[in-house]
């Protein structure tokens, strides 16, 4: 399983992402729909990210999440993996990844 660094409550995140076919060459997303979700240990769901398409024609973008957001996050490893729907209805999602979320110190 993939580990993330972590972040902390109250913190800015963001996550780049090339989104690639199994030969690892860049996918046109475009018209895709493209999200992550944060589960907490219980499944609870924490967080929907905001997706931002940087260059579709080569399969980047970024996720993101305001201070505003991650300050109610659970002190634990949230669970994330990414989904996409194509146009045609192909849904594909990734292996399920954890992102370590820690307490600010500095308030």
Do not use: C, Y
């Not at 030969?23 to 979700?37: C, F």
């Not at 997706?51 to 999440?65: C, D, L, Q």
Request: zero cysteines.
């Amino acid at each position: 399983m993939i580990i993330l660094p972590f972040v902390k409550t109250g913190d800015s995140f963001a996550l780049s992402v090339t989104i690639s076919d199994a030969n690892g060459l860049p996918e046109d997303i475009t018209a895709w729909t493209v999200k992550m979700q944060g589960r907490s240990a219980s499944a609870a769901t924490v967080a929907d990210f905001e997706f931002t398409k940087t260059a579709p024609a080569a399969g980047r973008g970024e996720f993101s999440a305001a201070p505003a957001v991650t300050a109610n996050w659970p002190i634990e490893a949230m669970l994330l993996d990414i989904e996409v729907r194509t146009p045609t209805g192909r849904v594909h999602s990734t292996e399920t990844f954890r992102l370590p979320v820690e307490r600010d110190i500095t308030t």
